[in-house]
């Protein structure tokens, strides 16, 4: 089945720096990978997400990169600010089957 | 719109106990999943949904979990008898299978801890 790698674990940024999150995933066959925001005590929220027909998705502040050769994929967020602190999760699935494999998170913290 | 609602919100056991969560998912969806998070890890899945069939259960512990989707609409998950390691939060989400995102909505989730 698959299996979503996802690093670093916890990431602290200067707030206006850029962070980068990677996942890799195992089972070529997926072809779906949102990325989801969680802050502490919350349900996780989706943030942006990109299909394997696409390279690259951006969505404001935040980017999504797709390298389906090598199967990983990137959340880019630019000009961090405090409210951007939470954990992030990546998930893999192929798109009609419905069922999400997670990442296992990174927390993310943005320094004033 | 009423997001995917579940209950209770913070549950405290003793071990042994039986513990049962429910959720009501967003109006309109029918698909339907029980996700286990453990603290500080991404959520796991239970059990999926389509309507009220389950589909994927592949997960789910048959021992001593359990869970219904009656009517293809509410669902209760039930843990009998508790063993210190089911302390978690126990997440629901829903999502609509014609949709053209597949996203997943979740639910504030059921934390659960067993003394």
């Known amino acids: 089945g698959e299996n979503v790698e996802q690093h670093p674990s916890t990431l602290s940024v200067q707030e206006g720096d850029s962070a980068v999150i990677k996942c890799t995933y195992s089972d070529s066959a997926s072809n779906y990978f949102p990325w989801y925001k969680q802050e502490l005590g919350k349900r996780p929220q989706l943030i942006i997400d990109i299909r394997s027909n696409v390279g690259e998705k951006k969505d404001q502040r935040i980017a999504v990169t797709l390298n389906k050769t090598a199967k990983h994929f990137s959340l880019h967020i630019t000009e961090t600010q405090p409210e951007d602190s939470a954990v992030y999760f990546c998930?893999?699935?192929?798109?009609?089957?419905?069922?999400?494999?997670f990442g296992q998170g990174t927390e993310l913290s943005v320094k004033p | 719109e009423a997001g995917v609602v579940q209950s209770p919100r913070y549950k405290i056991i003793e071990k042994k106990q039986p513990v049962a969560f429910w959720c009501n998912p967003i109006s309109g969806h029918n698909t339907l999943y029980w996700y286990l998070q453990n603290l500080g890890q991404g959520p796991e899945l239970l059990i999926r949904?389509?309507?009220?069939?389950?589909?994927?259960d592949s997960q789910l512990p048959k021992d001593r979990f359990s869970a219904e989707r009656l009517k293809g609409v509410d669902s209760t998950l039930k843990i009998q008898p508790a063993e210190l390691g089911d302390s978690a939060v126990y997440l629901c989400?829903?999502?609509?299978?014609?949709?053209?995102?597949?996203?997943?909505?979740f639910g504030e989730g059921s934390r659960l801890t067993v003394l």
């Open positions: 949904y389509e309507n009220e069939e389950a589909v994927d």
């Open positions: 998930a893999a699935s192929m798109r009609g089957e419905g069922k999400l494999i």
């Open positions: 989400a829903s999502s609509f299978t014609g949709a053209n995102t597949g996203e997943l909505f």
